[in-house]
């Protein structure tokens, strides 16, 4: 009698069969394994593999044993009723286990002879046991200390639930509470109605076939090349999820995925040889994201988060439909962002939560993508922050919150694997979001900017000073860079996405002199005045000669959604520079820094859509002053 399956191909589950265990090769190919057919999932093994893709990412036996699962009537009432569940132990309350695995490619009920019946169901993967927020059939929503339906009181009125034997709560049930910590409660819903998953199903078939059959090969993409300086995601679940099928998703993220992994496409030999027709359409993978998109934020989960974030990371989509106030690349996209994250409660610190540890580091980096974005886009949109620093209280990330880390035998990361370099890059990104932080809300908040605000009242010596901290911080910053983030550590072959880091620190750079610059004032003492715009011209020399250093390996690697309108800032801080300049002399070297700046994003838009982006602002911002480009002489 075989233990495991044999080599095959694609292996279909079924209902029926024979009752006994197979004794061929034929038809152990012809039918699913016993933890496939008690999944009720199709049974899908590589080829040259020994074991299906489910066993092997469970690391157990992928046997034949078992004949069809057998299909019982609804049990009686009162002997469910008598039979004892076995409790959790060690948490603050029973609770049920959130499972983003519901197996949603089997959505019809069995039947028989017009009787309802109920299939015995495997265990839920335990690496999705117990998870909030990733159920596909559930949403979460966090109830905070000020809600009308007081946390202590939902103890009292919500029942505990009696779990599954897999982990996984009733299917039947309606909304429950689910305590985390001492002071933190969840209240769990049920998504809309059995009509919605049948939506899902459609919506993922239909990105599915736009794609098909390359699903496999943008997935593989997307993590190669966005991924690894940009972790918003947990590799392995996504990855397993998606070989087995791709139902497993929340809509909105598979093509999101999907969406990004596409301006990627040369950097795939199977992509780059294909004809132009058989490139999967991204105009209709976007229509698709952004209708899914719509439909998930009403039962918001961390997959609706990751795909917001990643639909805003799209400069390709911005400047290749000229749909340059789309609302995923606008502030009220990152609004809605913000309030969903909130109700999933992503602004809280989750250490102590009832979860699992991997959903714990995954919450964080979310978090940390999602403050960089509401900083960043305060930044260039000249908006107030969305998240306030009171109402924060989310631990800094650490190598544990990264499971996909390569650890050495010393128990350090492999500071020179693409994994490690990525996951230095976020953290690096998030240091200089504090420090960002810190100059919007010294120098451009309206407590600040106002008439008898803090810089009228402290006048442009004081403000010189307020300002010190903030240069030796960036200066202390960019000292301490090891040299695999340094912008010109390149290797064979290989993209560099250390480029979107220094630019990162340039702009803010670039921010810092252009409030002082717009501070000055006739009093101010003459020595000051001068240093003051002599420094903010080397500022924006410095970012020029960034701009112009960067490599093909550099510029075709991944770039945030600030990115274009860092870039543009330079340009912003030349032309003031030129506005208020005293000279001739300056002018003309203002004059002279923006033709500079303008050839360099414009032999580096034809292949790179940030700095496509990055010339139409400028040009925008710039393009009709008249002495910027109407007097030759003062460019020589």
Known sequence: MPTAAEPGGLLEGGGGGGGGPATSSSSTRSRPCDTCRLRKTRCVREEGQYRCVLCTFHNQPCTFLRGPTPRQRRLNKERDRASPSSSRQGETAT??????????????????????????????PKILSNTLGLDLKTHAEYIGPTDYRDPFLLDLHRPNIQLNEDGSAPTTLATYSRRLDHRTVFLVHPDESTASESRRIADLDAIEATVQPLGRTLVDLYFRIVHPSFPILHKDVFISKHRLSHRHFAPSLLAAVYLVALDWQLYDSSLAGREIESIPDPAALEELAERTMAQDMRRPKLSTLEAGLLLLQRNRRIVDSGAHTHPTSSRMFTAQLVAMAQDLGIHLDCSSWSIPEWEIGLRRRLAWA???????????HGRPFLIQDSEWDVQPCTASDYPELVINEDGNPDINSTISIGWDLFLRHIELTHILSDVIRTFYSAAATRTGGTLDQMGVVAAVELAKPLVFRLREWHASLPPQLHLMSTKIRELCANGALHLAHASIEIALHRALIRILTPDTPSNLYDLLRSTARTKVQSAIELLGSLRPEHTAAFWGSAAAYQAAEVGSLAGLLWATADSFEEMAWCAARIEELRWALRVRGAATPFAREALRLLERDIGGLGMVNSNPELMT
């Open 95 to 124: 609770t049920p286990a959130s499972v983003e695995n519901n197996n949603p490619g089997s959505a019809q009920s069995p039947q028989q002879s017009g009787t309802k019946v109920k299939s015995v169901e495997a265990p839920r």
């Open 370 to 380: 999602l403050f960089m974005q509401d900083r960043w886009g305060a930044c260039v």
